[in-house]
């Protein structure tokens, strides 16, 4: 296996995830492009490991896992913070601090 | 090494195709039906490189806590199940512009920089063994991996807070 099948995957699934946090205007399917981005980096975590032949790449990758279950802990709170007070989830109507 | 590409090129391929229908799809239940498809995908990576503990902890992870709490999320902002017009905002183009222009960015330093590159190469295609990754955890990485803890419980407690009605 060549390291750059992982890696253009990893870019692949990253760039996907850009366009979604980009082009979404839902708050719960913009944090799913979030994860897809987290996701891409994990792959590029693991297969750099692989590479290099250490486990540091899939320690580094479990420590990715744990930050992202927190963030969608604390962004799917926020976003039901969101829905509360304006009864609906669209980002593009959330710009109280725009000038 | 032959039936290993064979399998990545299957397995990236329908990942692609569901992370697309994720960022493209109007109904939100099925985007957070097909994310379950790229995280099994991503799961099956890793074991493909050999990471099998990285591998289990993303199912259980991702596919047993993750995705549903995306869909209790889903229930409680009481999105509609069916179709939904607006998810979409019309500047959609320009976003597609900057994934397109970021990929081929991307790519090109990739390709130029690890050319023909392989990972068996070095590491001899062997499993890397779950003992060694809690060696690194519990030796090299003990402060990062409490700070990891603590992070978490601070998530936790900080969404409760967040979330609850007074």
């Known amino acids: 296996m060549w390291l750059n099948q992982f890696l253009i995957l990893g870019a692949l699934l990253f760039c996907i995830g850009v366009y979604g946090v980009l082009a979404r205007r839902n708050g719960v399917m913009v944090l799913m492009s979030i994860e897809l981005i987290l996701n891409s980096v994990n792959i590029n975590l693991v297969a750099f490991g692989a590479f290099n032949g250490t486990p540091v790449g899939q320690v580094f990758a479990l420590f990715v896992i744990a930050v992202a279950a927190a963030e969608v802990g604390v962004g799917l709170a926020i976003v039901l913070l969101i829905y509360r007070n304006r009864t609906s989830i669209d980002l593009d109507a959330a710009d109280l601090l725009k000038g | ?166």
Do not use: C
Not at chain 2, 36 to 57: D, H, M, P, S
Not at chain 2, 138 to 146: A, R, S, T, V
């Open chain 2, 1 to 166: 090494m032959v039936a290993q590409n064979i399998f990545f090129g299957i397995i990236a391929f329908v990942m692609v195709v569901a992370a697309l229908r994720v960022v493209t799809t109007k109904n939100i239940v099925h985007a957070a039906l097909y994310l379950v498809i790229v995280l099994a995908g991503v799961a099956a990576q890793f074991i493909l490189t050999g990471a099998e503990f990285v591998g289990v902890t993303q199912i259980l992870v991702y596919i047993g806590a993750v995705v549903v709490l995306f869909l209790f999320g889903i229930m409680l902002t009481r999105a509609r199940i069916g179709r939904e017009v607006e998810v979409d905002n019309e500047k959609r183009w320009l976003a597609g512009l900057v994934a397109l222009v970021l990929f081929a960015v991307m790519s090109f330093a990739l390709v130029d920089a690890f050319e023909d590159s392989r990972i068996e190469s070095v590491s001899g295609g062997t499993p890397q063994l779950t003992s060694e990754v809690s060696d690194a955890i519990f030796k090299d990485y003990l402060i990062p991996f409490e700070a990891a803890s603590f992070l978490l419980l601070a998530a936790l407690i900080g969404a409760i807070v967040v979330a609850r009605r007074e």
